[in-house]
């Protein structure tokens, strides 16, 4: 895998940079830990089929944003992603304790779809993106994963209801991240703008989309989450899928866990 980190003083490899001495050792050590190589042609993470390394990318991911946080944040920021992580795992039920022992039930199912599949934003799905409530929100995202075979939806639709580990964790993350940052808008209303937005760029994807008309890729996805809580004050790593720099391409690393069946890079 290719990581195209940022080249700007915040994450360059400039030992003489005040404040960035050895973020190039640490890049390394990611790579490292998830078993990637940074430079080599191939976008797609290479884990197919090893177990054992699947079982263990979550808790990898995790320990990552905690390392990051020690190191180019504040420890506050590392205790809260232990405390809001920690929370998920205790609350949830038991029809969602396979998630504690299955490695695959920590990422989300493949969509397929048939070669002729339209993702084009319906009438209803666009009737349903000008609402602002969760009936809404539910609606919009499980016609998106039904009928259009979004591959977003099965994730949204967690987040929607707040169930399983994926969904429970993508809501605390924000809630955290609010409080801390002063963002007032609730889970409903950072949701509908997220719907919204994901409305917005799948319709743009149509014109100018790199692979499959309306299918959307995972930088495309971290590009209008940013967006979306840019606007209200909360920095790019509030996104779960950019949780460590904040930057686009990490999107790359994440998007087996969060959108499997996610369009080709772009």
């Known amino acids: 895998m290719r990581i195209n980190w940022p080249s700007d003083a915040r994450y360059a490899k ?19 830990i998830l078993v990637v190589e940074i430079g080599l042609p191939d976008l797609r993470p290479p ?19 905690i390392l990051w946080d020690v190191v180019e944040n504040t420890p506050e ?27 695959d039930s920590y990422f989300m199912p493949e969509v397929s779809h ?7 934003i319906t009438s209803y799905q666009n009737s349903q993106a000008s609402g602002s409530s969760d009936v809404n929100r539910r609606n919009f995202w499980n016609s998106r994963w039904m009928t259009s075979k979004d591959p977003l939806g099965p994730l949204d639709i967690d987040v929607v209801f707040d169930k399983f580990l994926l969904g429970c964790l993508a809501n605390k993350r924000y809630l955290d991240y609010a409080q801390r940052f002063g963002a007032t808008e609730s889970l409903t209303q950072i949701g509908v703008q997220i719907m919204q937005a994901h409305r917005t760029f799948t319709n743009t994807d149509f014109s100018s ?30 996104f779960g899928g950019t949780p460590i720099s904040g930057h686009r391409d990490e999107a790359l690393l994440f998007t087996e866990l969060f959108c499997p069946s996610c369009d080709e890079d772009n």
Request: glycine share 8%.
């Open 14 to 32: 400039s030992s003489n940079t005040t404040g960035n001495t050895g973020k190039d050792t640490l890049f390394s050590l990611f790579a490292d």
């Open 47 to 65: 884990w197919g089929d090893d177990e054992d390394s699947k079982a263990l990318i979550l808790v990898k991911n995790i320990l990552m944003e």
């Open 77 to 103: 920021e590392a205790a809260a992603t232990i405390g809001f992580t920690n929370d998920c795992f205790n609350e949830l039920t038991p029809l969602e304790l396979p998630d504690l022992i299955d490695p």
């Open 114 to 120: 048939s070669p002729t599949q339209n993702f084009a």
């Open 209 to 238: 989309g790199p692979s499959v008309p309306g299918k959307l890729g995972p930088r495309q996805i971290a590009d209008y989450h940013h967006q979306e809580f840019s606007s209200i004050g909360l920095p790019n790593r509030t």
